[in-house]
T-cell receptor
Framework: AQSVTQLGSHVSVSEGALVLLRCNYS??????LFWYVQYPNQGLQLLLK??????LVKGINGFEAEFKKSETSFHLTKPSAHMSDAAEYFC????????????FGGGTRLMVKP | GAVVSQHPSRVICKSGTSVKIECRSL??????MFWYRQFPKQSLMLMAT?????????EQGVEKDKFLINHASLTLSTLTVTSAHPEDSSFYIC???????????FGSGTRLTVV
């Protein structure tokens, strides 16, 4: 069975500061990992995905994530936060294929202070 | 490309009535679509997997007679909340699995309020 844990339901950073959102996964087979962003009253937008290629994945809006098998982690980072980054972020995993069922973490609300 | 349109974005209905939510893949064929429910400040909960031309597969604890799912074509899946009650008020999101390179595209969600 697959599962995802996002440490920290709320993260607050100052504008221009580093953003680090944590995600740990559990999977019985090689995982496919995703980060999505959700703005209020909207659906989910894919930020980036890991599909067993390069372990450092670059996504949209300056975000990137690194797959670390030894730590079963897929943390999301951005060097410099913008006010527009304030949103809910979800980490998700699917087992064995990018097309298998997604399991979502609990989400992390990112707040950016001016 | 890979756009999923979900309508309506917001709906308010009276208790006891039924509400239909549509999820359309605009530029690709989706043999599989998923319906999620999201409570305030919580994550997405998978309700059911909708397969074109066959019955939907519901997750444990989801009432199939209350949440009717129809996937009659490769571009359209509908979720009907029957005999809605205030506790059905929630944010419902659909997603469609893309046939090439897989991955998912999400609809923009439907805010259902039952009064």
């Amino acid at each position: 069975a697959q599962s995802v844990t996002q440490l920290g339901s709320h993260v607050s950073v100052s504008e221009g500061a580093l953003v680090l959102l944590r995600c740990n996964y559990s999977s019985s087979v090689p995982p496919y990992l995703f980060w999505y962003v959700q703005y209020p009253n909207q659906g989910l937008q894919l930020l980036l995905k890991y599909t067993s290629a390069a372990t450092l994945v670059k996504g949209i809006n300056g975000f990137e994530a690194e797959f670390k098998k030894s730590e079963t982690s897929f943390h999301l980072t951005k060097p410099s936060a913008h006010m527009s980054d304030a949103a809910e972020y979800f980490c998700a995993v699917s087992e064995g294929s990018a097309g298998n069922m997604l399991t979502f973490g609990g989400g992390t609300r990112l707040m950016v202070k001016p | 490309g890979a756009v999923v349109s979900q309508h309506p974005s917001r709906v308010i209905c009276k208790s006891g009535t039924s509400v239909k939510i549509e999820c359309r893949s605009l530029d690709f064929q989706a043999t599989t679509m998923f319906w999620y429910r999201q409570f305030p400040k919580q994550s997405l909960m998978l309700m059911a997997t909708s397969n074109e031309g066959s019955k939907a597969t519901y997750e444990q604890g989801v009432e199939k007679d209350k949440f009717l799912i129809n996937h009659a074509s490769l571009t359209l899946s509908t979720l009907t909340v029957t005999s809605a009650h205030p506790e059905d008020s929630s944010f419902y999101i659909c997603s469609a699995r893309r046939p090439v390179n897989y991955g998912y595209t999400f609809g923009s969600g439907t805010r259902l309020t039952v009064v």
